[in-house]
């Protein structure tokens, strides 16, 4: 194959650069026969792995060579006035400029606002997590919980190494238990420390899972074929992609294109 092969700039797994006219050709063909660079099939997922920090609600997530970092942290805020029993949960993600010669630093592009929305269907808006357990005093304090998540290296399907970040971090976080002193307007909250309570994990009501599709052209010109968790090579020839959450009770939950 030597000699077929782009070149990527920058260090491994820094993002690539389009591919030439050969390598895209290959590519393309490999695929319509149902073969793929890295040894997968077209309905292979690359491995998963996750690491849970010291600090509850900080992971990273490790999705073939793509990695992403999410970490959550909580506040006591007013409800909405709409939902004063519930608490609210709220999505950030960054493109660190580290990952892919693609991202860049400033205001949230076109693709990172795209994967909040993702975040937002896949947890929120599906009622994965209980937002009423959330509420301390009914029109008056309830927590507003964060997840932050930074993809530190694009190799492909950001998608689902975000989702799988964002949930991971969600199941280790931990709130802190709360002291309520009177009722009411005139109730007062405190937050204990956790040597006085113990914190407590969030309730999920199930567990929504990313899994993303990449649509290609095949060689014919006449059909598209599907291969899921597309690398970034892959990437390069995608006519378009598909992500579709499901959980434990095979439910689907969102969908993305």
């Not at 964060?146 to 694009?154: F, H, L, N, Y």
């Not at 492909?156 to 976080?173: H, I, Q, R, T």
């Not at 090579?233 to 939950?253: D, F, H, L, P």
Request: aromatic fraction near 4%; proline fraction near 5%; glycine fraction near 8%.
């Amino acid at each position: 194959m030597g000699g077929v092969w782009g070149v990527r700039r920058g260090r491994p797994g820094a993002g690539m650069a389009a591919l030439g006219a050969v390598e895209s050709a290959f590519l393309v063909r490999s695929l319509s026969e149902g073969l793929r660079l890295d040894g997968r099939k077209l309905g292979g997922q690359r491995p998963l792995h996750v690491h849970i920090s010291d600090r509850e609600g900080a992971v990273e997530v490790r999705l073939g060579e793509t990695k992403a970092m999410a970490v959550v942290s909580a506040e006591l805020v007013e409800p909405y006035a709409d939902r004063p029993t519930e608490g609210q949960l709220l999505f950030f993600v960054e493109l660190s400029p580290m990952a892919s010669l693609a991202f860049e630093p400033g205001r949230p592009s076109e693709q990172a606002i795209e994967l909040m929305r993702l975040l937002e269907r896949s947890i929120r808006k599906s009622q994965a997590i209980d937002v009423e357990t959330l509420c301390a005093v009914a029109g008056k304090r309830v927590w507003s919980v964060r997840t932050d998540v930074t993809v530190i290296d694009d190799c492909g399907n950001v998608d689902d190494a975000v989702c799988a970040a964002a949930l991971a971090a969600l199941m280790s976080f931990r709130l802190p238990a709360v002291s309520i002193i009177g009722a009411g307007d005139q109730a007062t909250v405190r937050v204990l420390p956790p040597e006085q309570a113990e914190p407590i994990p969030l309730v999920f009501h199930h567990m929504p899972v990313c899994v993303t599709f990449g649509l290609f052209r095949l060689a014919d010109r006449l059909s598209v074929g599907i291969a899921v968790d597309p690398s970034d090579r892959e990437e390069t020839v995608m006519v378009g992609k598909v992500a579709i959450v499901v959980n434990q009770y095979g439910e689907v939950c969102a969908m993305q294109k």
